[in-house]
């Protein structure tokens, strides 16, 4: 290497760097990362090696050994650090040198200071990878920096990632489909290609990732298989959407479903309510095969599909404006500080003295801004995305990054609004990318205004 390149080296470095310590101001403020009341089950999980019902298993075995079983504050550097490296890869597409380390932090500070990020960065729940494993695969597609080092660490980061969220597996499916339609057209037209090599490869990973879940399942609990909860949370959704009590009328007279006999009492609060009719009928495992019947019932029989089209329609629209960050209040009895005072007793007074257990934790102010700004990203995005094909000073890159953040955005708030709920932190860990985007393409289209307004020079 050069001197120049080991200069060049150690400045991207460094820039990264400053960027992961601002990526990280929510859990400095706080005082200690930040937690959920899901955070338990995974440091659980990990520390004894228990396969979740409802989660993988590998976020929780990520806790345990990133943090050294001494600190969780090394869990969301090595979270801000993957994520700060990708973006900045990211922003290679655009800009180079100088400016684009400036970019690139001003980017990092801005969604900092307004959007959810540093929050989804500094929580201990995997919320973060859902984004992360998009991030790497944007990377695997666009990036011309990748050598044979940064093609197998990009590579680890997206298997990982992948395989953090259950969700991530028909995310990616409908994502991997949309990409081969939309190279099978391009195709068609005998027009420039994404490069299939690079997709093939990014499929492959994602394969391998599919096969490695049960392996991992299996070897931790005897069972080849991926989550034992869709079931319930699938009929939940049912629930939620009025098809399932609509299901249950029109076939309790001749199945004998044991849910039948509460089906005047499928209210919101079915899932985590333990005097629900879920519970009283035998809990999650036992209600598998009928809710998985009525489940398959409700979505291939036609009668029902006017419904569950248009519900779709309405929570897939209502997820990808509902984002705001929000923190859990915590009691310091309950979890996860109980998980926290059994696996990493010298963090539990960090916890206890940090702001989010004392309810002083507000993003009040921030969600203000957070509304108006993720709101304006996006519309920006939708518009560039459109006018795209006439916009010729934007690279083939570009244009290809434009559509995979619209893309990913409304497929994340398809599957999860309608597999689970519509709920804020599903879209809030996303939304900031539209931002970060957003950017690159501002300061990107202003470098070419004279271009975009047809004279070379602006008095």
């Known amino acids: 290497m050069t001197k120049e390149g080991a200069k060049k080296k150690g400045n991207n470095a460094g820039i990264i760097f400053i960027s992961v310590l601002a990526s990280l101001y929510a859990a400095f403020y706080n005082g200690f990362p930040l937690v959920y009341t899901d955070t338990g089950t995974y440091l659980r999980s990990g520390f004894e090696g228990e396969i979740p019902i409802d989660r993988p298993i590998f976020y929780g075995l990520f806790l345990r050994h990133i943090s050294l079983s001494e600190s969780l504050w090394l869990v969301i550097f090595v979270q801000a650090l993957i994520t700060c490296w990708l973006l900045h890869l990211i922003s290679g597409v655009f800009f180079s040198g100088l400016k684009r380390n400036i970019v690139f932090l001003i980017s990092i500070a801005f969604v900092t200071l307004t959007t959810g990020f540093s929050y989804n960065v500094s929580i201990l729940i995997p919320d973060i990878f859902a984004t992360i494993a998009f991030l790497a695969f944007v990377v695997m597609m666009l990036s011309q920096e990748l050598n044979t080092l940064k093609w197998i660490l ?3 980061i997206f298997v990982f990632s992948l395989s953090t969220h259950y969700s991530n597996i028909p995310i990616f499916i409908l994502l991997f489909l949309l990409v081969f339609f939309w190279m099978w057209r391009k195709y068609r037209k005998g027009e420039e290609n994404l490069g299939l090599k690079r997709v093939l490869i990014a499929v492959g990973l994602f394969i391998f990732t599919m096969v490695m879940i049960p392996t991992v399942n299996y070897s931790y609990n005897g069972k080849f298989r991926y989550s034992e909860s869709s079931h319930v949370f699938l009929f939940n959704h049912m629930i939620e959407i009025g098809a399932a009590q609509q299901y249950l009328t029109d076939n309790c007279d001749e199945k004998n479903y044991a849910i039948c006999q509460y089906r005047e009492e499928l209210e ?23 809710f998985n019947e009525i489940n398959n019932g409700i979505i291939f029989t036609p009668k029902y599909w006017p419904l569950l089209i248009h519900k779709t329609t309405e929570y897939t629209a209502k997820q ?13 009895e309950g979890t996860p500080c109980v998980e926290i005072e059994k696996y990493l007793n010298k963090s539990l007074r960090e916890i206890r003295g940090g702001k989010q257990v004392q309810g002083r934790h507000s993003v009040e102010m921030l969600n203000s801004v957070e509304g108006v700004i993720v709101f304006l990203s996006t519309i920006f995005i939708l518009l560039l995305t459109v006018l795209s094909r006439k ?22 708030a398809l599957v999860c609004a309608n597999l689970s709920t519509a709920i804020p932190r599903y ?32 008095e």
Do not use: C, M
Not at 320 to 332: A, C, K, M, S
Not at 435 to 456: C, P
């Open 154 to 156: 990009v590579s680890i």
């Open 427 to 458: 879209h809030n860990r996303f939304a900031w990318v539209l931002v970060i985007v957003s950017i690159y393409f501002l300061v990107s289209l202003y470098k070419e205004r004279s271009v975009l307004l047809g004279s070379k020079e602006i």
């Open 268 to 290: 919101w609060d079915f899932l985590w309510n333990y005097d629900s009719p879920l519970y009283k009928t035998g809990g999650w495992k036992k209600n598998e095969k009928d």
């Open 320 to 332: 990808l404006f509902l984002f705001e960050t929000e923190v859990q209040g915590i009691n310091y």
């Open 391 to 412: 916009l010729e000073v934007l690279s083939k890159n570009q244009k290809l990054l434009l559509k995979f953040t619209l893309a990913y955005a409304i497929i994340n």
